[in-house]
C-alpha cells in the first residue's frame, strides 16, 4: 500500500524564524513608525527636548534628530533604515533629520492604509515615486535665489536653523557668527560658490556664557607650547607647519654600536645634540618664530627653540594642520632640509591662553584665511554641547543655501503648497497610483501639523486655515507657533535652504519605497542567543 502523504521540505535550519507577506510589511512599518514618534516631538520652535542616558550615566541633552537616533540603541533593521535617513540628512545638509525622518513615518503610516484596501505594494511605491519627481520640480518653482550679498536672508536662515534650540536667548549673535565664518571661507569659482565647511573648525569650551562665543579669524588649537621659557604672544607671527619629527631618527635597520672608550660614549651623545642643534638652526634660518609640529618635538630641541624666541607647539593633528595652512598660507614640509622662508605661513598674532583652566593656542588676525574657528562657551558641558549642535545646523544650512542658491520659506508653507500642488497632479492621473500620490501630499502634511501639535495648538483647525490661504494664492504662508495664526514666513524670516526640502524628500520616499517592497523578513539567529535580531516580535517597544 502506498504513502500518498507528501513530507514537509525544510529549506532553513532548525530556529529561523520567518515573517512573511502582510505581517512583515506591518512589523517594518510598525518599526519605521516607532522611530518617527520617538523623534516627532522635538519638531519646531516648541519641540521639547529629550534626555539621553547612557550605561555610564553620561547625559546627553538634545532635540536634534541624528543625535537621538544616533545614541539610541535600535535593534530592528526596518528602524535601523531610519537611523540611515537622519545620518545621510545631517551629513548632505547639516540640517533637517528630524523632517527626513519623521516625514518618511508617515509616507509609511499611510501606505499602510492603502496595504489593508489592498493596493499592492509596487502600485504604492510607483505613486510615491512619481509624487517624489514632481514634488522635486514644483519645489524649483517655489524657490526664491539667494547669494553671498544677501546677509540679511542668510542671517535668517541662520537663525531658523537654530531656532527651536537651547540658545535662544543668544541665537542673533550666533547666526552673525555663523554668517561670518562662512562668508569667509565661501570661493567663487567659475560663477558658482564653493564652500567646504570643514574649513569652519567649531572649538567648544564650557565657562563663561553662550553670549562669550566668537569667531577667530584664523585658528584654535587644544595645545599648549612645549616649553614654559617660551613666550606667551607672538606678534608678526612667521609659522612654519612641520610633517616631520624635531628629534634623532632611529635607525630602520637594527643596529649595534660598539665603544671601547668613555670618551666615546661622550662624543656619541654630543653628536646627537649638535644634530638637533642644527636642526633648530635650520628652523631659525628660514625665518620661523612659531613651529607647529604633527610629530614630536625632542625635549632639548624644545630648549633651544625657547632659547632662540621660537613658539612651538607639537602632535598636532592632521586636520589642524591642514587648517592652519589654509588659514595662515603656510605650506606644510616633511622635510626640514627643504624649509625655505616662503614656506612659512604668517598671523598677526599666536597666543597661548587659558580657557577653564586648559591652556589653547589662539593663531589669530590671519590675512584673508580660507580656514576659520568658531569658538563657543556655554555655562555647563550639556549647554556648551548643545550650542556647538545649533552651531553645526547654521553652517550647514548657510553652506547648502549658498551652495544650491536657492531658499524656501519654512514653518509649514512649503509642505502644505506642495500637498496642495500634488493632489493637482494626482487628479490628473488615472490608475492606482493616484491614491499614493494623494497618500504622499497628505504625508506631507505631517510637517505644519506637528508643528501646531508641539505649540500646543488644534491641529486641525490650524491645516484648515493653512490650506484656504493657500487656496487663495498665498504660497508663503505658513504657522507662526508664536501667535498660533498663519502668517508669511518670509517676512518673518523664517528661512530654510531648498536643498533641505530636496534631500528629506529624496531620502524618506526611497526609504518607504524599499520597506514596501520588502514582503519576507528571514533571520537565521538560532533562538537560544538571545532570540531574534531587530525584534521580529515586540515591535511596539521601540
Known sequence: MSNNQVQPIFILPEGTLRNSGKSAQKANIAAAKAVAETVRTTLGPKGMDKMLVDSMGDVIITNDGV????????????????????????????????????????????????????????????????????????????????????????????????????????????????????????????????????????????????????????????????????????????????????????????????????????????????????????????????????????????????????????????????????????????????????????????EEKKLHKEAMTFVQKCKNPKAVTILLRGGTQHVVAEVERAMTDAVGDLSAALTVGKCVAGGGAIEIELAKQLRLFADTLSGREQLAVEAFAESLEIIPRTLAENAGLDPIDTLTELKARHDKGEMLMGLDVITGKPADMWLKGVIEPLKIKTQAIKSASEVAMMLLRIDDVISASKLGKGGPPGGMEGVGEY
Not at 93 to 104: E, H, M, N, R, S
Open 67 to 350: 543625535t537621538i537616533l544616533s545614541e539610541m540603541e535600535i535593534e530592528h533593521p526596518a528602524a535601523k533604515m531610519m537611523v540611515e535617513i537622519a545620518k545621510v540628512q545631517e551629513e548632505e545638509v547639516g540640517d533637517g533629520t528630524t523632517t527626513a525622518v519623521v516625514l518618511a513615518g508617515e509616507l509609511l503610516k499611510n501606505a499602510e492604509t492603502l496595504l489593508d484596501k489592498n493596493v499592492h505594494p509596487t502600485v504604492i511605491a510607483k505613486g510615491y515615486q512619481m509624487a517624489s519627481e514632481r514634488a522635486h520640480e514644483v519645489l524649483q518653482k517655489l524657490c526664491k535665489p539667494v547669494t553671498i550679498s544677501d546677509k540679511d536672508i542668510l542671517l535668517k536662515v541662520a537663525m531658523t536653523a537654530m531656532t527651536g534650540k537651547n540658545v535662544e536667548i543668544a541665537r542673533l549673535k550666533l547666526a552673525e557668527i555663523a554668517v561670518a565664518a562662512i562668508l569667509k571661507i565661501a570661493e567663487q569659482q567659475n560663477g558658482s560658490i564653493l564652500i567646504d565647511s570643514d574649513n569652519v573648525k567649531i572649538e567648544k569650551k564650557e565657562g563663561g556664557g553662550i553670549d562669550d562665543s566668537e569667531l577667530i579669524e584664523g585658528i584654535v588649537l587644544d595645545k599648549e607650547k612645549v616649553h614654559p621659557d617660551m613666550n606667551k604672544v607672538v606678534m608678526n607671527a612667521k609659522i612654519a607647519l612641520l610633517d616631520c619629527a624635531v628629534e634623532i631618527k632611529e635607525t630602520e635597520t637594527e643596529a649595534k654600536i660598539q665603544l671601547t672608550d668613555p670618551r666615546q660614549l661622550q662624543g656619541f651623545l654630543q653628536q646627537e645634540q649638535d644634530m638637533i642643534k642644527a636642526m633648530v638652526e635650520q628652523i631659525f634660518a628660514s625665518g620661523a618664530n612659531v613651529v607647529f609640529c604633527q610629530k614630536g618635538i625632542d625635549d632639548l630641541a624644545q630648549h633651544y627653540l625657547a632659547k632662540k624666541g621660537i613658539y612651538a607647539a607639537r602632535r598636532v593633528k592632521q586636520s589642524d594642520m591642514e587648517a592652519l595652512a589654509k588659514a595662515t598660507g603656510a605650506k606644510i614640509i616633511a622635510n626640514l632640509d627643504d624649509l625655505k622662508m616662503e614656506d612659512l605661513g604668517s598671523a598677526g598674532i599666536v
